[in-house]
């Protein structure tokens, strides 16, 4: 039997992938009955709609119990496995979407995470052979520096579900490699187990329609970047604003609704950011952990700095509570 969800500060739950109905699992995926478990452990009751939320946000009202429910990335498992869960419990959400893949482009973050899943056994499989990539690459020996063991505890303690191989590969992705220089060693890797990039991308991201049909059912569609770049914080204001535009064009000219809400890619943002998200009338901003926040130094210290708990530590928490 589960106890109550303890957590007494107003927060969103995050949420990423899914697997059943056709998509796979993998790495931190939930099914339809783990989605459901979580609900009923945070509690029903509980629970905002994205409206209510917003009314209570700006009126200084939201009470240290309240929680409303966020998916990240526009991923169609979220729609095909969790949202007949939320139908079935009349549950509404944020959905916050990146816009590059609904105009034929590919996000290739995805796209490495479905082709970790489906050629390799086990995630820490796939770690040895990028690894290895990386450390005979030119980039090698500021990759065996990137992570100190300080870091690595920093880092465990506030995303205690990544093993220490996740947290080396986020390192080496995120702060050694640029962007092109990422996709260039895994696109060696995809190549090298002949696979095609294009038959990874299949059921991976939802649809225009798919946006629109939660909009029209009062779920609230957010921004979340245009290419969801991993470093948002280190472009300059006028990219910023790029990402964040072209964002909320393409969600107006899906849903004819403004975007109100956004969550910042990868809990990557600055004070341009702050400055583009007022600009764009945004109501609301969410982090991606229950730390205090960069620019105010506090947790819901400002109301794009909204604190969000990763579903993967609530479910340490339903275990430890068994």
């Given at each position: 039997?589960?106890?109550?969800?303890?957590?007494?500060?107003?927060?969103?739950?995050?949420?990423?992938?899914?697997?059943?109905?056709?998509?796979?699992?993998?790495?931190?995926?939930?099914?339809?009955?783990?989605?459901?478990?979580?609900?009923?452990?945070?509690?029903?009751?509980?629970?905002?709609?994205?409206?209510?939320?917003?009314?209570?946000?700006?009126?200084?009202?939201?009470?240290?119990?309240?929680?409303?429910?966020?998916?990240?990335?526009?991923?169609?498992?979220?729609?095909?496995?969790?949202?007949?869960?939320?139908?079935?419990?009349?549950?509404?959400?944020?959905?916050?979407?990146?816009?590059?893949?609904?105009?034929?482009?590919?996000?290739?973050?995805?796209?490495?995470?479905?082709?970790?899943?489906?050629?390799?056994?086990?995630?820490?499989?796939?770690?040895?052979?990028?690894?290895?990539?990386?450390?005979?690459?030119?980039?090698g020996e500021k990759a065996k520096k990137a992570i100190s063991p300080s870091d690595l505890r920093r880092y465990q303690k506030t995303f205690p579900f990544?093993?220490?191989?996740?947290?080396?590969?986020?390192?080496?992705?995120?702060?050694v490699l640029q962007p092109s220089d990422y996709e260039y060693i895994m696109d060696g890797i995809i190549k090298d187990r002949g696979v095609k990039i294009?038959?990874?991308?299949?059921?991976?991201?939802?649809?225009?329609?798919?946006?629109?049909?939660?909009?029209?059912?009062?779920?609230?569609?957010?921004?979340?970047?245009?290419?969801?770049?991993?470093?948002?914080?280190?472009?300059?204001?006028?990219?910023?604003?790029?990402?964040?535009?072209?964002?909320?064009?393409?969600?107006?000219?899906?849903?004819?609704?403004?975007?109100?809400?956004?969550?910042?890619?990868?809990?990557?943002?600055?004070?341009?950011?702050?400055?583009?998200?007022?600009?764009?009338?945004?109501?609301?901003?969410f982090r991606s952990n229950m730390f205090p926040g960069e620019i105010t130094g506090k947790i819901n210290g400002h109301k794009y700095e909204m604190a969000?708990?990763?579903?993967?530590?609530?479910?340490?928490?339903?275990?430890?509570?068994?």
């Amino acid at each position: 039997m589960y106890t109550s969800y303890t957590n007494k500060i107003a927060h969103g739950i995050m949420f990423h992938h899914f697997h059943g109905r056709k998509h796979y699992k993998g790495q931190g995926s939930l099914s339809r009955e783990g989605f459901e478990s979580i609900l009923n452990f945070i509690g029903i009751d509980r629970i905002l709609s994205p409206a209510e939320w917003l009314r209570r946000l700006d009126s200084n009202r939201l009470q240290p119990s309240d929680i409303c429910i966020t998916f990240d990335d526009s991923l169609m498992c979220q729609f095909d496995v969790a949202l007949p869960i939320l139908e079935r419990y009349k549950l509404k959400a944020f959905w916050f979407i990146y816009s590059n893949v609904f105009e034929g482009q590919i996000n290739k973050l995805e796209v490495y995470r479905a082709f970790r899943l489906k050629n390799f056994k086990h995630v820490d499989e796939f770690y040895d052979v990028f690894l290895e990539k990386v450390f005979v690459s030119e980039f090698g020996e500021k990759a065996k520096k990137a992570i100190s063991p300080s870091d690595l505890r920093r880092y465990q303690k506030t995303f205690p579900f990544y093993s220490p191989n996740d947290i080396k590969f986020r390192f080496i992705r995120d702060r050694v490699l640029q962007p092109s220089d990422y996709e260039y060693i895994m696109d060696g890797i995809i190549k090298d187990r002949g696979v095609k990039i294009g038959a990874l991308t299949r059921n991976l991201w939802m649809s225009n329609e798919n946006l629109k049909y939660l909009s029209d059912k009062g779920h609230g569609i957010g921004l979340h970047s245009y290419s969801h770049p991993t470093r948002l914080a280190g472009l300059a204001y006028k990219d910023q604003r790029m990402e964040y535009g072209k964002n909320y064009e393409h969600i107006e000219s899906i849903t004819s609704r403004p975007p109100l809400v956004a969550a910042h890619p990868v809990n990557s943002y600055d004070l341009n950011t702050f400055r583009i998200l007022e600009k764009l009338n945004i109501r609301c901003g969410f982090r991606s952990n229950m730390f205090p926040g960069e620019i105010t130094g506090k947790i819901n210290g400002h109301k794009y700095e909204m604190a969000r708990e990763d579903s993967a530590n609530i479910i340490r928490m339903m275990e430890k509570s068994k």
